[in-house]
């Protein structure tokens, strides 16, 4: 089967752009921040496309008005500048807001990780998963592709919750061929099924973790990969269900580690479980990342190259 | 006495009960911001009492009522009263303010019948309104959006975005109304950035300006009527000249009065003052 190579907002994007044609409850508003597909539906949609300007905390407000109308809104920007410089309005507005009245609103980040690997730190988003997962009410998706990406604009326009989208600005390939191979309800999909070591990742680390465990099945090691593309609300039961068939759990993330991020998610479930099982997280230590260079470069950088993983996955099947 | 001012007249009376009400809250509830509450009373009396705006008690939802945000929500303690009086909720409700299982907060939020939104946080609320206010020009629903600004709460960024954005999409269904009490928490606000001249801000920004005594009743009911049915393309604001802690002298003249607490024994003697 052929693998395409898309970006994430450019699908999402298109299929809004088909939705809106017959649910004239769909607005998309814009922080100056666009796509080549957005283009033609803001030429289409002028009465239902708003581009605020580089606002990102009116971005916010301008969207909760609009929801608290009965619009479906989704709220376009870079996601560091989205979650981070629009915090506090996603918490009052949003986050707060939608415990008492139904609001759907979609924050669509696009950026996750170092997709803006060369833009350098400012552009750089490690912390998004640790500080909207600590906002209640708030519904998180983080996928891998964009056939999942795909997937959401149907639950996006149906459960009529606010949600996070932390999308990848890069173009990546397909992980999952059709639509129905990932459960939105389950929240991850073992990728995988493997043994003794389990990687869990989220968004663009899950393609490393897939392609590891593609080298090391040459080499008779057969890996567990879960990825999770929605860290809130997902099964935790079914999640550790699947994890407590290993021995050891490594999480996988382009996002600081012991802060709350996708590794604290992981831990978290091990120890509602009473789970002895060990865990190593990888991700970014506590300090931001200046270094200039590719994404692979920067991974180098940081220990979270495909060596890198593969000597921690090794260490952990020696000392069993 | 024609028909006009007896609902000036009876204005006057409401203004003065609220004003009242609003001490005998901060009896009971420490924690008000009473100072606050007390500049905002005439804007409530004659958008309510005045029938500016239009709400119906019965149906929190209905889709013609105008919305009301009310952004400086630390001065929204005076509207207890009110939305009780119109039967928002039960009038006993007011003794139970920020006490255990009460929904009547020393900070109003959403939960309260009769609050469209939450702000305890300043300066969200003009950006919320101008999702609304778009949002019922797309809907094609013909009624406005009303928000109370504090000037303090003017030094918020988010406050100028939603400015610059009114302006400039022509939100002539949004009516805004700072209650300019001079006042933010620590100093009066000319000592700590100078809003003024304020109407040419919002002028520059594309907006129609007027500016009354927040306190005069019948000049606050004149131009709030106007706005309400003014045509110009253009969102309005009125600049309301309050005084922070009107009818409570030692408030009125203490730069500090955002934080003072009236001590519970002084107010009944207050009350009785109140003219």
Redesign the interface.
């Given at each position: 089967m052929k693998i395409e190579i898309k970006a994430m907002r450019d699908v999402f994007i298109e299929e809004i752009y088909h939705r809106m044609h017959d649910d004239n409850s769909i607005f998309f508003v814009s922080a100056d921040f666009g796509s080549p597909k957005l283009d033609i539906l803001r030429e289409k949609f002028k009465d239902r496309f708003l581009n605020v300007g580089i606002a990102e905390q009116n971005l916010i407000n301008i969207s909760t008005g609009l929801a608290l109308e009965g619009f479906t809104v989704y709220a376009y920007a870079i996601a560091p500048f989205l979650t981070m410089r629009a915090y506090e309005q996603i918490r009052v507005n949003v986050a707060l807001h939608s415990q008492l009245k139904e609001i759907n609103i979609n924050l669509i980040g696009v950026g996750a990780g170092l997709s803006y690997d060369v833009s350098g730190p400012t552009h750089h988003c490690l912390e998004d998963i640790t500080i909207m997962r600590t906002l209640p009410n708030l519904i998180i998706f983080s996928p891998s592709d964009w056939v999942l990406a795909q997937k959401f604009v149907d639950y996006s326009i149906k459960v009529k919750k606010p949600k996070y989208l932390r999308f990848d600005g890069k173009p990546l390939p397909q992980i999952y061929h059709h639509p129905e191979e990932a459960d939105l309800v389950n929240g991850f999909k073992e990728l995988n099924k493997g043994e003794k070591v389990c990687v869990v990742a989220t968004g663009y680390m899950t393609h490393k973790a897939v392609k590891i465990a593609n080298l090391l099945i040459d080499r008779y090691i057969n890996i567990g990969v879960i990825d999770l593309f929605i860290l809130k609300p997902f099964k935790e039961e079914l999640l550790f269900e699947l994890l407590n068939k290993y021995d050891c759990v490594i999480t996988l993330e382009e996002g600081f580690i012991n802060k709350g991020g996708l590794d604290s998610l992981v831990s978290g479930v091990l120890d509602r479980q009473n789970s002895n099982l060990r865990l190593k997280r990888m991700g970014f230590e506590d300090a931001y990342v200046f270094d200039m260079g590719s994404r692979e470069h920067l991974h180098k950088l940081n220990h979270l190259d495909e060596e890198s993983i593969i000597k921690v996955i090794k260490d952990f099947l020696q000392e069993l | 006495m024609g028909p006009h001012s007896d609902l000036i007249e009876f204005l006057k009376q409401k203004a003065l009960w609220v004003r009242k009400e609003t001490l005998r809250i901060h009896k009971i509830a420490q924690e008000t911001r009473v100072a606050s509450s007390l500049s905002a009373v005439e804007i409530f009396v004659a958008l309510y009492y005045g029938k500016i705006i239009k709400f119906d008690p019965a149906n929190l939802k209905w889709e013609n009522r105008d919305r009301f945000i009310i952004s400086k929500g630390h001065g929204a303690i005076s509207l207890y009263p009110i939305l009780a009086d119109f039967g928002f909720f039960e009038k006993q409700e007011l003794c139970k303010v920020g006490k255990e299982g009460s929904f009547l907060g020393c900070i109003p939020?959403?939960?309260i019948p009769g609050f469209?939104?939450?702000n305890?946080?300043l300066g969200?609320g003009?950006?919320?309104?101008?999702?609304?206010?778009?949002?019922?020009k797309?809907?094609g629903v013909g009624e406005k959006v009303f928000v109370l600004l504090g000037d303090g709460e003017l030094f918020e960024?988010?406050i100028w975005?939603?400015i610059?954005?009114a302006g400039e999409h022509k939100l002539d269904n949004l009516i805004a109304v700072v209650d300019n009490n001079k006042v933010c928490m620590l100093d009066y606000c000319k000592n700590v950035l100078d809003l003024e001249p304020l109407d040419e801000k919002f002028r520059i920004f594309k907006w129609k300006v007027e500016i009354v005594n927040g306190h005069d009743i019948s000049q606050l009911y004149n131009a709030l009527m106007a706005l309400r049915d003014d045509i110009d393309s253009k969102p309005k604001v009125l600049i309301a000249n309050t005084i922070k802690g009107k009818g409570v002298p030692s408030l009125e003249t203490d730069s500090l009065s955002h934080t003072r607490n009236i001590k519970p024994e002084e107010i009944d003697l207050l009350i009785e003052g109140l003219k």
């Open positions: - | 939020d959403c939960i469209e939104t939450t305890g946080s969200h003009l950006g919320v309104a101008c999702g609304i206010s778009l949002a019922l797309r809907k960024g988010a975005e939603a610059m954005f």
